[in-house]
């Protein structure tokens, strides 16, 4: 699905992100069978620019996943919590 990324600037090498996602999720069984159901992202976090394409990043997001699979068995419910630092390459 479609995911957001806004970044705020705090100042020149600091900017404050936040993002947001919705889809689509399913999932297939042995028997075959596929359910669908939806899920939802919510985050945010810190970019520090070392130059004008380059950012280290520190990022937490909240994971929100429900498949109804017609039965209590075969439903899914997946909540969780994300952290991560990496490293973002911006093409001019």
């Known amino acids: ?3 957001v990324i806004y970044n ?4 020149e090498h600091l900017s404050i992100v936040l993002e ?3 889809g689509k999720a399913s999932s297939e069984y042995s028997s075959g069978n596929t359910y669908d159901g939806f899920a ?3 985050g945010g976090g810190l970019r520090f620019f070392l130059n004008d394409n ?7 997001s909240y994971l929100n996943m429900q498949i109804d699979g017609g039965t209590p068995s075969k439903s899914v419910s997946l909540t969780g919590f994300n952290m991560g630092l990496g490293i973002s390459v911006f093409i001019k």
């Open 54 to 60: 380059v950012a280290l990043n520190a990022l937490a």
């Open 20 to 22: 947001g996602a919705v």
């Open 8 to 11: 705020i600037s705090a100042n």
């Open 40 to 42: 939802w992202l919510a």
């Open 1 to 3: 699905g479609p995911i």
